[in-house]
């Protein structure tokens, strides 16, 4: 069974640009999250979906982030236009019930 | 609002020697804990839970953790640590919100195990 997929799994971009980051879930799962770790700093809940639907997006740091999920499946994640502040490791994962079992290798944004 | 604090950034121990990564926890209800594991270059790997029930929880890897609501604790232990334990911990408090689990993570521990 594939786990969860991440692309890229780096970025490196110029503040003022736009950084679309992109999540494949588990397949068959319709819960998907988002999470970002901030350098030194603990992993922070960004978003939740459930299938298409956004469940919980309390997380997201301000209206320059964009999460979608097309017809329940993958998820993109935009960040536009990117900060410095932006940097930092930006997790996916995807679970059928209450238990995250594993959560993707991540993609490193580096906002220069 | 849940919070979850490790205390050690970084801990450095043998190879065959015993291991306790402390996790102190805060939560207005029953929590649900969980500790993950991060070895380099993997993603996040979940180790074990604690919903209810038993507070002395099993994992993988040989990984035990117990519950003390008294000093809303929630470490992590084993009894022998192997070289390939080397990575980051990271403990986690989660909230049921839409079928799903909504986690805050304490701020991890990097484990190095020195042969």
């Known amino acids: 069974e594939a786990g969860v997929t991440q692309f890229p799994s780096h970025s490196v971009i110029e503040k003022g640009q736009t950084v679309t980051l992109r999540c494949d879930p588990i397949?068959?799962?319709?819960?998907l999250y988002w999470y970002r770790r901030v350098m030194g700093k603990e992993i922070k809940f960004l978003l939740h979906?459930?299938?298409?639907?956004?469940?919980?997006e309390s997380g997201m740091p301000n209206n320059r982030f964009l999460a979608e999920r097309t017809g329940g499946t993958y998820s993109t994640l935009k960040v536009q236009p990117a900060e410095l502040e932006d940097s930092g490791v930006y997790f996916c994962?995807?679970?059928?019930?209450?238990?995250?079992?594993?959560f993707g290798q991540g993609t490193r944004l580096t906002v220069v | 609002a849940q919070s979850v604090t490790q205390p050690d950034i970084h801990i450095t121990v043998s190879e065959g020697a015993s291991l306790e990564l402390r996790c102190n926890y805060s939560?207005?209800?029953?929590?649900?804990l969980f500790w993950y594991v991060q070895s380099p270059g993997q993603g996040l790997q979940l180790l074990l839970k604690?919903?209810?029930?038993?507070?002395l929880v099993q994992g993988i890897k040989g990984f035990e953790a117990e519950f003390k609501r008294s000093q809303s604790s929630f470490n992590l232990r084993k009894p022998s640590v192997h070289w390939s334990d080397a990575a980051e911990y990271f403990c986690?408090?989660?909230?049921?919100?839409?079928?799903?689990?909504?986690?805050?993570f304490g701020t991890g521990t990097q484990l190095k195990v020195e042969l």
């Open positions: 979906f459930v299938k298409e639907s956004k469940q919980d």
């Open positions: 986690a408090v989660g909230r049921v919100t839409g079928g799903g689990n909504k986690l805050t």
């Open positions: 939560y207005g209800a029953t929590p649900y």
């Open positions: 994962a995807s679970s059928q019930d209450r238990v995250i079992a594993f």
């Open positions: 397949s068959g799962h319709d819960n």
């Open positions: 604690y919903f209810s029930g038993d507070t």
